[in-house]
C-alpha cells in the first residue's frame, strides 16, 4: 500500500463534522421520541378487536416495513410535494419519513411486547374492576417496555445509523458534512474513517448497554450465567449464555 | 321451598326431592339430604341454563348452578368438562351463549349480555388464577393497593392499613415489601389472594389455584381459604383436584360431567354415598 495519510484534513473537518454531528443527533432524537409516543395507539390498533382499525394499523406497519427507507425518504421529499402542492424542507422530510418508518417497526416490537404479557395477568386487572386504559398503563405497558428494551434499544441504534441517509436530500448532517470535506479535499479515507468512528464511538455504548440489560433479563428470569463481577465483563457483548438443564 | 323463588327468577325447571337432593334429568344421583341448601341460608349465586360453545365443542350444556352465602362449593371434574368456564362465566371473563346469573340477588347476565347491575355488583366477585398473577414489576404492597387506589380512589395510608390487613389474613404480612419473584409458590397464591380481598369480595372464585403446588403448599392455601369462610363469611367457589380438602372443607362438591353438572351434594354423600359411576371413577383416578 502507497497511501500517505494526511491526518492535518481530519483535525481540520473535525469542527464542522462536530457540528453534522450535533443535527445528527437532533433527528435521531426527535424521531425517537416522536416515534415512541405514535406507535402506542399504532400498537393498540394493530391488536384492536375492530377489524377497519386493525387492517389499518397492519397496512400502515406493511407499507413501511417492506419498502426501502431511502425510498420513503425521497418520496416524502420529492413525490409528496408533486401530490400536494407543498414543498417541505430537508429537514422536515428527513423527519418525517424516519418517524414514519421507525413508529411502523416500534409499533411492532410494542405489539410483541404486548403479548408477552400474560392474559392472566391483564384479566386479574380486570377482575379488580382497572378499566382497559389502567391494564395498559399499569400492567402490559410497563412489562412490555421492559420486556422489549433491548429491541428498542436496537432498533434506535440502526435509526440513528440511518440518519446518514438524509444527507441524500442535502441536510447537513455528519455524512453530508462528511461526504462534502471529501470532495473538497480529495481525502475520502481519512475523512470517511473519522466519521465512522464517530458513527461507532456513540452507537457502541448503547449496544453495549443493550448487552447489558439483556444479560439482567436472562439472569433475572433465571436463564443464562450467573452476572460477572466487574463492570466490562458485565457489558461485553456476544457472551454466550449459559442455559441451565 | 325453591331458593329461585326469593330471588325473582322464573320458575326453575328444577325440582328437589324430599330429602333435599337437587334432580336434573338423568344425571343426577340420588343422595342424602342436603339441609345446606334448603336451610335459612340465603342464596348469593344462582346461575340458570348456561350454554356455552367454543366452536363447534359445547363446553357447558344448560348447566344450573346454585351457592349459598358463606359455602365453600368445591367444583370438581375433568379437564374440558366445563369447571373453568362456570367459574369464568360468574366472574365475567366469559359469557355464556344462552342462560341466566343472578348473583345476591341481582341479575348480572341475561338475554346473552351483561346487565347493568353487573356493574354494580362486580366488585363482590374475585377471582384467584391456576397461573401466578401477581404482575411482576411491582411490588406485594404495590399489587393489592392498585385497584383500590385507581378504581376506588383510596388514598395511600387508607389503601397500605387496608393491605397490611389483608395480608396479615393470608399471614404474609411480612412480605409486604417483597418482589413476587421472591416468594414461593405458596406465598405467590396467597398474596393474590389477599389482593383479591382488598376489594371485599362476597364471592372469591379459585380456579385451579392448587394445581402448581406442593401437597402441603396447597394444604396451606386451602387453609387460608377455610379461614376465610369462617371468619369473614366469604363465599368459595373452587376448582381442585384436591379430594381431602374437598371433603373435610367444602358444604357442597358439584362434579362436572362432559358439560353437565352431574353430580351436587354434600361432600359425604358425594365421596361415600355416591352411585354416579363417572364421579367414582373420577375420585379413585385423582385419589391413585
Known amino acids: ?245 | 321451598m325453591s331458593h329461585s323463588l326469593s330471588t325473582g327468577l322464573p320458575p326453575v325447571q328444577q325440582q328437589k326431592d324430599n330429602d333435599g337432593t337437587e334432580q336434573k334429568g338423568k344425571k343426577v344421583t340420588a343422595l342424602e339430604p342436603t339441609p345446606r341448601l334448603t336451610g335459612n341460608r340465603q342464596v348469593l349465586v344462582e346461575a340458570r341454563g348456561l350454554q356455552k360453545a367454543f366452536g363447534p365443542r359445547k363446553i357447558l350444556k344448560n348447566v344450573d348452578f346454585e351457592m349459598n352465602k358463606g359455602d365453600i362449593t368445591v367444583i370438581i371434574g375433568k379437564s374440558g368438562s366445563g369447571k373453568s368456564t362456570l367459574l369464568r362465566a360468574l366472574a365475567g371473563l366469559t359469557d355464556p351463549d344462552e342462560g341466566q346469573i343472578l348473583i345476591d340477588g341481582h341479575t348480572v347476565f341475561a338475554d346473552q349480555k351483561r346487565t347493568k347491575e353487573w356493574d354494580n355488583i362486580r366488585s363482590e366477585v374475585g377471582m384467584v388464577f391456576q397461573a401466578y398473577t401477581l404482575w411482576p414489576h411491582m411490588n406485594v404492597l404495590d399489587n393489592l393497593v392498585l385497584a383500590p387506589r385507581k378504581v376506588r380512589g383510596a388514598g395511600a395510608s387508607e389503601s397500605r392499613d387496608r393491605a397490611e390487613a389483608a395480608l396479615a389474613e393470608v399471614g404474609m404480612a411480612h412480605h409486604i415489601l417483597s418482589k413476587p419473584t421472591q416468594l414461593s409458590g405458596g406465598e405467590r397464591q396467597r398474596v393474590a389472594i389477599a389482593r383479591a380481598l382488598m376489594m371485599k369480595p362476597k364471592l372469591l372464585l379459585c380456579d385451579e389455584i392448587t394445581s402448581a403446588l406442593d401437597p402441603p403448599v396447597a394444604a396451606e392455601v386451602l387453609d387460608v381459604l377455610r379461614r376465610l369462610k369462617e371468619e369473614d363469611g366469604i363465599a368459595v367457589a373452587l376448582v381442585t383436584h384436591d379430594m381431602a380438602f374437598a371433603s373435610k372443607a367444602a358444604d357442597r362438591v358439584v362434579f362436572f360431567h362432559d358439560g353437565e353438572i352431574a353430580v351436587n351434594a354434600t361432600p359425604e354423600a358425594a365421596f361415600d354415598k355416591c352411585d354416579n359411576e363417572d364421579l367414582k371413577k373420577f375420585v379413585d383416578a385423582v385419589r391413585f
Open chain 1, 1 to 245: 500500500m502507497n497511501y500517505n495519510f494526511d491526518w492535518n484534513v481530519v483535525a481540520n473537518a473535525f469542527p464542522a463534522m462536530m457540528q453534522g454531528l450535533g443535527l445528527t443527533l437532533q433527528i435521531t432524537v426527535i424521531t425517537i421520541v416522536i416515534s415512541m409516543i405514535l406507535a402506542v395507539p399504532l400498537a393498540v390498533g394493530r391488536m384492536s378487536k375492530i377489524e377497519v382499525i386493525r387492517w389499518a394499523a397492519q397496512g400502515y406497519i406493511e407499507i413501511f416495513r417492506c419498502t426501502p427507507l431511502l425510498v420513503q425518504l425521497f418520496w416524502i421529499f420529492y413525490a409528496l410535494p408533486a401530490l400536494t402542492g407543498v414543498t417541505l424542507p430537508g429537514y422536515a422530510s428527513a423527519v418525517i419519513a424516519l418517524t414514519a418508518n421507525l413508529t411502523a417497526f416500534m409499533a411492532e416490537t410494542y405489539r410483541s411486547g404486548f403479548q408477552s404479557v400474560p392474559v392472566e395477568q391483564v384479566e386479574a386487572g380486570r377482575m379488580l374492576q382497572l378499566s382497559r386504559f389502567q391494564q395498559l398503563r399499569y400492567i402490559i405497558v410497563p412489562q412490555a417496555l421492559r420486556q422489549q428494551l433491548p429491541v428498542i434499544l436496537s432498533l434506535n441504534i440502526s435509526l440513528f445509523k440511518d440518519t446518514a441517509l438524509v444527507s441524500t436530500i442535502a441536510v447537513s448532517d455528519l455524512m453530508f458534512i462528511s461526504n462534502t470535506i471529501s470532495s473538497q479535499t480529495y481525502r475520502a479515507l481519512e475523512v470517511f474513517t473519522l466519521a465512522a468512528g464517530v458513527y461507532f464511538a456513540i452507537a457502541f455504548p448503547i449496544s453495549l448497554i443493550t448487552s447489558s440489560i439483556e444479560r439482567r433479563m436472562q439472569n433475572s428470569s433465571g436463564m443464562g450465567a450467573p452476572a460477572p463481577r466487574r463492570l466490562a465483563s458485565r457489558m461485553m457483548p456476544g457472551t454466550r449464555p449459559v442455559v441451565p438443564a
